[in-house]
């Protein structure tokens, strides 16, 4: 099968988040390991970093921020053209990024089936950011097109499908959800205290963690209110903060303003072959999730997965939107708390610190759970499934649950022919 995988993530990781980076490029190197044909498509911010089987085309860009996103919109087209021509794709794989219809326009105009993976609800993320009243009526309006006019959606999370089946009136059968994976094998397992030694922590402190990009609806703003509470319990905890990003600019500012300097360590943008380190070191790791995302949009948690396979215990939020807070608690993986309630999470990290043996269970539960069921290998095969299914003139019928590979429940789908009047319909229906 020839793959042609649409991005517009930034490959080198310096601009964006390195979850994205991580989810495009091990999916499109397990299904290169599955004897798949991936060719890439990306902006050229800089240069994938790893070597990787997957065949890279690079989009020129310019330097200037202003202008970065307009040439980019111009010249993908071409080169996706140019791939279209030369190497003959089976099927087109696209990471939906705001602003742009222009995967979904080449593949009906080619008469190649397209498949959009969602990673988050643009719903709620163009509501979270400061963005123009026309500029969010603008996304909105593409993205009703790009959802009609795809021959099939993949969702990371249930209850992502969920919301957009209602609010776009699509049918269950057009989307199909896969959840996230994780490298079991890069985030492996090393004793604590020498990961803490290795990253610059006494290996005497215990360690309360957070990694991710920063984004407004992480929450650690609760962790930092929480803290006073946890180092009157335990002088000796640190805080270790893994990631970065523009929103979490004001973090250490609260820091600050809590007189928590000495107990918090902001470690800025780690590379991902080191951050196996950072996760060893932490005695409890943290999802302290806002209400906003508890509530509504749903996402698959990397994250958490990366906690799982380092056997660390999670205190998290409550929620059924997000599956694998819902691991947590059904398979004892850890503590959730109410949202946006810092006595609570406190209570339950300094339960957790204090309990040896219990933050060895359910570590030692949470490895196994991600080895044995959540790898990107078995995400590849998922999505092989439905990539196979597309070039067949077949949709795998989604159903809230995960896609099972070599999935015999099928239906029929409209092959995107060249010729149809399939973005005619969109349009009117948008």
């Not at 020498?194 to 922590?201: D, E, L, Y």
């Not at 290996?203 to 990694?211: A, I, L, T």
């Not at 997965?305 to 380092?310: G, H, M, T, V």
């Not at 597309?390 to 949709?395: A, E, K, M």
């Amino acid at each position: 099968m020839k793959i042609l995988y649409v991005c517009s993530s930034d490959l080198s990781g310096e601009t964006g988040s390195l979850g994205s980076v991580r989810h495009i490029m091990e999916v499109s190197e397990n299904l290169c390991r599955m004897g798949h044909e991936v060719t890439l498509v990306a902006p050229a911010y800089a240069r994938y970093s790893r070597p990787t089987p997957v065949a890279i085309r690079y989009v020129p860009l310019v330097k200037m921020r202003f202008l970065r996103t307009l040439v980019y919109e111009m010249l993908a087209p071409w080169v996706i053209i140019g791939c279209l021509l030369s190497l003959k794709p089976d099927v087109i794989y696209w990471r939906q990024a705001y602003l742009t219809v222009f995967p979904v326009l080449l593949a009906r105009l080619f008469g190649r089936p397209v498949a959009a993976e969602i990673n988050g609800l643009t719903l709620d993320e163009v509501e979270s950011e400061n963005l123009s009243r026309l500029r969010k009526k603008t996304i909105l309006f593409l993205e009703r097109i790009n959802y009609r006019a795809a021959n099939h959606l993949i969702a990371v999370a249930p209850k992502i499908k969920e919301r957009i089946c209602r609010h776009y009136r699509l049918p269950p059968g057009k989307i199909s959800v896969i959840l996230n994976g994780v490298n079991s094998d890069g985030m492996r397992v090393m004793d604590t205290a020498a990961a803490k030694s290795a990253v610059g922590i006494d290996p005497q402190c215990p360690v309360v963690g957070f990694v991710g990009h920063f984004f407004p609806w992480d929450g650690i703003e609760y962790l930092i209110q929480a803290a006073p509470r946890i180092t009157a319990a335990i002088p000796n905890v640190r805080f270790l903060i893994v990631g970065h990003g523009k929103w979490g600019q004001h973090l250490m500012e609260r820091v600050r303003a809590g007189r928590l300097q000495d107990y918090f360590i902001f470690t800025g943008k780690v590379p991902w072959e080191r951050l196996y380190l950072y996760v060893n070191a932490m005695d409890v790791a943290t999802a302290p999730y806002s209400k906003a995302i508890n509530t509504q949009s749903g996402r698959s948690s990397l994250k958490l997965l990366e906690y799982f396979a380092c056997r660390k215990p999670v205190v998290a939020s409550q929620t059924a939107v997000i599956p694998e807070i819902v691991d947590i608690d059904e398979k004892r993986l850890g503590l959730t708390v109410p949202a946006e309630d810092p006595e609570r999470l406190a209570e339950a990290i300094i339960q957790l610190l204090q309990a040896p043996r219990l933050r060895q269970e359910m570590g030692v539960g949470g490895r196994d759970y991600v080895v044995n069921c959540r790898s990107w290998t078995r995400v590849a095969e998922q999505t092989q499934a439905v990539l196979q299914n597309l070039i067949s003139g077949r949709l795998v019928r989604g159903s809230g649950e995960p896609v099972a590979a070599g999935a015999n429940d099928r239906l029929r789908a409209t092959p995107g022919g060249a010729g149809q009047p399939v973005l005619k319909k969109a349009l009117r229906r948008g």
